[in-house]
C-alpha cells in the first residue's frame, strides 16, 4: 500500500513538472510586448547594404512594411525568401515594402545574393539585428521573425518561424 501511494504521489509529480516545463517553453517562444520606444528608435534606424549602401529605415516610412530578420546559415530562412520575393514582385505597386535584414556576415550574404538575388532591399543588422527583433517582441531572438508595420509607421503584425501564403495573404490586405 506504501509503495502504491509513492508510486502515485511520483506519478503525480512527474505530471505536475511535465506541464510546468511545458508551459515554460511556450512562454518563452510566445511573442513578447514591443519595448517602449522600439517603433521609434527603428524608423530612426541605418544599415549598411551588403554592398556598403546606406539602408535608412525613415526612407520606408509611409508605406506598409514588411521586415524579415534572416540568416544565410538559417534553413527556415532561405526557404521563406523567395515566397518574400514573389510578394514583394507582387505587392510592390500597391505600396507595400519589404526589406530583409541580416543578422549575418556581408561577404555570407553578397555569396547568397549572387545564387538567390533578392529583389527587395537587404540592410547588415549583424548581431546587433538579434537585440533589434528582440525589442520588437521577439523573445529569443529566434529566426526567422517578421514584423509588418503599417503607412503610420505602427507595428501592425508579427511572426517568430517561417512565415506562410496564409501569413503574407492576411498582411496584405493591410496594405
Not at 511545458?22 to 521609434?40: D, G, K
Request: net charge positive; proline share 6%; with cysteine.
Amino acid at each position: 500500500m506504501k509503495l502504491q501511494r509513492r508510486t502515485l504521489w511520483m506519478a503525480g509529480m512527474a505530471v505536475v513538472a511535465g506541464g510546468a516545463g511545458a508551459l515554460f517553453s511556450a512562454r518563452r517562444l510566445q511573442l513578447q510586448p514591443v519595448m517602449s520606444e522600439a517603433e521609434a528608435a527603428f524608423w530612426t534606424g541605418t544599415f549598411d547594404g551588403p554592398n556598403g549602401e546606406a539602408v535608412r529605415m525613415a526612407d520606408f516610412r509611409g508605406r506598409p512594411l514588411l521586415v524579415n530578420f534572416w540568416a544565410t546559415w538559417c534553413p527556415p530562412c532561405v526557404e521563406e525568401l523567395p515566397m518574400l520575393n514573389a510578394f514583394h514582385q507582387a505587392h510592390k505597386d500597391r505600396g507595400w515594402q519589404v526589406l530583409g535584414l541580416a543578422v549575418d556576415q556581408p561577404s555570407a550574404v553578397r555569396r547568397f545574393m549572387e545564387k538567390l538575388p533578392l529583389n527587395f532591399p537587404v540592410g547588415m543588422a549583424g548581431l546587433a539585428g538579434t537585440e533589434l527583433s528582440r525589442s520588437l517582441g521577439n523573445p529569443t531572438g529566434a529566426l526567422p521573425y517578421s514584423v509588418v508595420f503599417g503607412g503610420d509607421g505602427a507595428l501592425r503584425h508579427r511572426k517568430i518561424g517561417k512565415v506562410s501564403e496564409d501569413d503574407l495573404a492576411q498582411w496584405a490586405l493591410l496594405g
